[in-house]
């Protein structure tokens, strides 16, 4: 990978220095901005062999010059075109850097020169275009009856230039019910469906026990349906709870068809904290269970209340018992993966054991659980079972295999990421940048960046203090014959706090930063304050892609 020195200073690809380009990194200090010659124009449009993935992005206005304007008739022409078309330049998208857990896809990167030409093979210039990818991993709780699958999370604000400020967005996922301890909760428009099966299934079952009820029964149920789900947020609050205590963001909660999900947004650090965040949660459930059998007690059995508290009580014990299931994405499955991660020193290790269990798993509810149901083995009458039990009975059993077998390969696909992502290193994907004066034009700015060896422009002032970064989608927007009369001021992105990045971030580190302030280029700055150079999301993302592609 190409790196860049200090203060922009172009550097060789290994780690052996070469000189300094004598004025290829020195800031125009010019008074004014002479009318480019025929040269330099040449100059600045010369092919260099540095491959560039183009970020696309909206391209600022051509017309910001403060250098002379083309005779009236070539102005005409210059207008006209100075708009590309969508061949040319897509319209921008913010990379968000949500990596994760999503499937992770990138274009092949695109054979371009920083001032948008051909290279000399031929390839046509092509514009890369970086999808809004969360790249960083996130680690979720997910319950089945109580389980779902791995998600992850959404990307930040951006503040451009030319562009309104964004409002942080929220991570979404539902109806927000409130935030305990900091942390958003979310009702998905699936926990209403479900609702609506446990008071129709359960008002069933009250209509036997309590005939006199009526149509009452389904009050009832349904009040049964919101305890019930309350049963499993303070199953979630404790697994967030936990990694609040142990310094670990949560994103979300989000209550949805088959229970709850916690998105706690980075691993455990140590193989024991990682069991206890995956049991407290059956432990709340058990916890519950055994309150909710206290307070039934002194009630009588054939009553509301009685038939509610008994109810929540053997749900939750449910609960628990079908999590500590040692499989993932069960809680019992992040247990032993716990378990093997201590014994073998690699959490690899234990995530490919979990998951290989939660298959199993997968498959054997699949079987078993309607065959548990047909033979009377979970306490039902075979007598009164009915062809539509049946179906009910299968359909339910697939789709509990299904979000179980889901959610153990998002496991292995999470742990494959964070073993990838030490690989990550911005010190190793900046590219070698050279510092320019807000009136410096475009095609000067080029031509110092080829002669440089540089794939990267800094805006600085008369301190050599970096200002704006040069952003490569509007580049490749100007078209050639206007590049002399165009300043690089006008195609910068203000740089903010959250653009300036450390040379010495790598892994998840990187990626939380870049997904904290979204951005197609950020400045790498070395500890002292120098220039490092400039790091291109794009570039981030393909080598992310890369480093995926490889086997453990």
């Given amino acids: 990978m190409d790196e860049s020195g200090g203060s922009g200073q172009p550097r060789s690809g290994t780690n052996e220095p070469t000189e300094h380009a004598t004025g290829a990194t020195t800031p125009a200090a010019d008074a004014g901005t002479p009318e480019p010659t025929p040269d330099d124009t040449a100059a600045g449009t010369t092919p260099q062999d540095h491959e560039v993935t183009p970020q696309p992005e909206a391209h600022a206005d051509a017309d910001a010059s403060t250098s002379p304007e083309p005779a009236a008739e070539e102005r005409t022409e210059t207008e006209s075109s100075s708009q590309p078309t969508t061949d040319e330049v897509t319209a921008p998208e913010a990379t968000s850097t949500d990596p994760g857990t999503r499937d992770h896809t990138a274009a092949a990167p695109a054979h371009t020169h920083l001032n948008g030409e051909p290279k000399p093979d031929g390839t046509p210039k092509s514009h890369d275009h970086t999808d809004d990818h969360d790249l ?18 959404g990307s930040g604000t951006r503040i451009a230039k030319g562009r309104p400020s964004q409002r942080p967005k929220e991570p979404g996922g539902g109806l927000l019910m409130g935030r305990p301890f900091g942390v958003p909760v979310y009702v998905a428009p699936s926990w209403f469906l479900v609702a609506a099966l446990i008071t129709w299934v359960f008002g069933g079952q009250l209509d036997r026990v309590l005939p006199e009820l009526g149509a009452a029964r389904y009050l009832v149920a349904l009040f049964f349906a919101v305890a019930f789900y309350g049963s499993v947020l303070v199953h979630e609050l404790a697994h967030t709870v936990a990694a609040l205590r142990f310094k ?77 299931l040692p499989g993932l994405p069960l809680d019992g499955g992040r247990m032993l993966r716990a378990v093997v991660w201590k014994i073998t020193g690699r959490p690899m290790s234990g995530t490919i054991a979990a998951a290989w269990v ?122 050639e014959h206007r590049r002399p009369w165009v300043s690089v001021s006008g195609l910068a992105q203000d740089l903010t706090d959250g653009m300036r990045v450390s040379a010495e971030l790598a892994g998840e580190d990187l990626l939380d930063a870049l997904r904290a302030t979204p951005a197609t280029e950020y400045l790498v700055i070395e500890e002292t304050g120098e220039i490092y150079g400039v790091l291109s999301a794009a570039d981030v993302e393909r080598a992310f892609v890369k480093a995926m592609a490889r086997p453990n």
């Fill in 358 to 479: 939660g298959r199993a798993l997968a498959v054997s509810v699949l079987i078993g659980l309607p065959l548990l149901t047909q033979t009377g083995a979970l306490g039902t009458n075979t007598e009164d079972i009915s062809g539509m039990d049946t179906v009910t009975d299968a359909l339910l059993a697939a789709i509990l295999a299904a979000i179980i077998w889901t959610g153990a390969g998002n496991s292995l696909r999470m742990a494959r990421l964070r073993e990838h992502l030490p690989e990550l290193r911005a010190r190793n994907l900046t590219r070698r940048a050279v510092p320019v004066e807000s009136n410096t034009p475009l095609s000067e700015a080029l031509r110092r960046a080829n002669a440089a060896g540089a794939r990267a422009l800094v805006v600085v002032d008369t301190d050599g203090q970096p200002l704006s970064l040069v952003r490569e989608a509007a580049i490749v927007g100007v078209p």
């Fill in 248 to 324: 670990l963001p949560v994103r979300r909660i989000q209550l949805q068809f088959f229970g709850g999900v916690s998105e706690i947004e980075k691993e455990a650090e140590t193989p024991g904290r990682e069991f206890v965040l995956a049991f407290v949660g059956p432990l709340l459930s058990l916890v519950l269970s055994g309150i909710f059998y206290l307070a039934m007690l002194p009630v009588e059995p054939g009553t509301v209340p009685g038939v509610l508290l008994a109810g929540l009580m053997v749900s939750n014990l449910i609960v628990a018992a079908f999590n500590l």
């Fill in 136 to 153: 960083a991993p996130h680690h979720t709780y997910a319950h089945t009856e109580h389980t779902g699958p791995d998600t992850a999370p």
